[in-house]
């Protein structure tokens, strides 16, 4: 019986070797704090490219300098940045996968130098600077800056573009009526709220034409959030604005204890694929690979998103084929290893 989670996908004429993507992880590893990617992000990222995986994803790469997480974070504000993510891109594609970027802006959530933005002047939790509430004129300027980020991407031969809209940063700020308390066209009701995400998918679209993924916390594990019938509603307005993918997590947007078990987001995201018929992909603590296998051949996603699994594994796909008796995308100078 031939494996699901080993069959090749197409997304806008991209061809990925499997459903197995690299989740973004941040690696706060830019300790000259320009954001420029070094010789350790290429062998980071080209080494779960060796192991197998379908597609890498980086971790969050800033679109301004006040929107990354800290001052170690990845950035692409720049045409400085391009030489850097272009090798990392190389790496990849040298070693079989495909490659794709996240675009992202902290908001609330920076502590990198500078001034932190958000929809509203709220602090994400204790310790936290308090935000300054974002004019219209700054909140094009974030949507500009992710055209401008996904232009680059596109100069530094990336394959994917993942807009971040999770975790509690800036664009899910904007979603959540938790953090946006604004009366203005970007606030209110859920059409206000989704309006800065709305603009930055179409922004991103005018530099962008290959795959796009959208980010998304389908839990806000707070009363007072989004309920699923919001976020199938922002998942449809991102398909017919473009999105080819919603990669579907939860959580972040306020401080909350989570009960996390592997698998345990995948329900969110099974739901969105049924109810906004869109290709989703499945993350969360998920390790075994007849699982994974199970989460694609049941319909339940469309890609499998492994995030530690790969810090302690780079070489899961590799196993994992095994495991299945799939062909294993083995290296060539690896092959005596898996004979």
Request: aromatic share 10%.
């Amino acid at each position: 019986m031939s494996s699901y989670l080993f069959a090749p996908a197409d997304i806008r004429g991209v061809s990925f070797r499997n459903r197995v993507a690299m989740s973004p992880m941040c690696m706060y590893s830019c300790f000259a704090k320009d954001g420029k990617a070094t010789p350790w992000h290429v062998a980071h990222y080209a080494s779960r490219a060796v192991g197998g995986v379908g597609l890498v994803l980086t971790e969050a790469t800033a679109v301004a300098p006040e929107g990354r997480i800290s001052d170690e974070d990845l950035g692409i504000w720049s045409d400085e940045h391009i030489d850097g993510l272009r090798d990392v891109a190389a790496a990849c594609r040298d070693a079989g996968a495909k490659v794709g970027i996240q675009l992202a802006h902290a908001g609330r959530k920076s502590q990198a130098v500078g001034r932190a933005l958000a929809p509203s002047a709220v602090p994400f939790a204790d310790g936290y600077r308090t935000p300054v509430a974002m004019s219209e004129a700054d909140v094009a300027a974030a949507v500009a800056a992710f055209r401008e980020g996904a232009a680059r991407a596109k100069r530094a031969g990336f394959d994917v573009v993942e807009i971040h809209a999770a975790h509690g940063y800036l664009l899910n700020e904007f979603l959540s009526p938790l953090a946006n308390r604004r009366d203005d066209r970007y606030g209110g009701g859920r059409e206000g709220r989704f309006r800065m995400l709305g603009e930055t998918i179409q922004s991103v679209r005018e530099a962008w034409d290959g795959p796009l993924f959208l980010r998304l916390s389908l839990d806000e594990y707070a009363e007072g959030g989004n309920a699923m019938e919001d976020f199938v509603w922002y998942a449809r307005r991102a398909k017919a604005l473009g999105v080819d993918l919603i990669d579907c997590s939860t959580g972040g947007v306020v401080p909350a204890r989570v009960d996390a078990y592997p698998g345990y987001q995948v329900p969110y995201a099974e739901r969105i694929r049924r109810e906004a018929d869109i290709a989703v992909g499945a993350v969360g603590l998920i390790a075994e690979p007849e699982f994974a296998e199970h989460l694609v051949r049941a319909g339940r996603a469309d890609f499998v998103f492994l995030g530690r699994e790969l810090l302690r594994n780079p070489y899961w796909p590799l196993h994992a084929a095994k495991a299945l008796r799939a062909e294993a995308p083995v290296p060539r100078q690896y092959a005596r290893g898996w004979a």
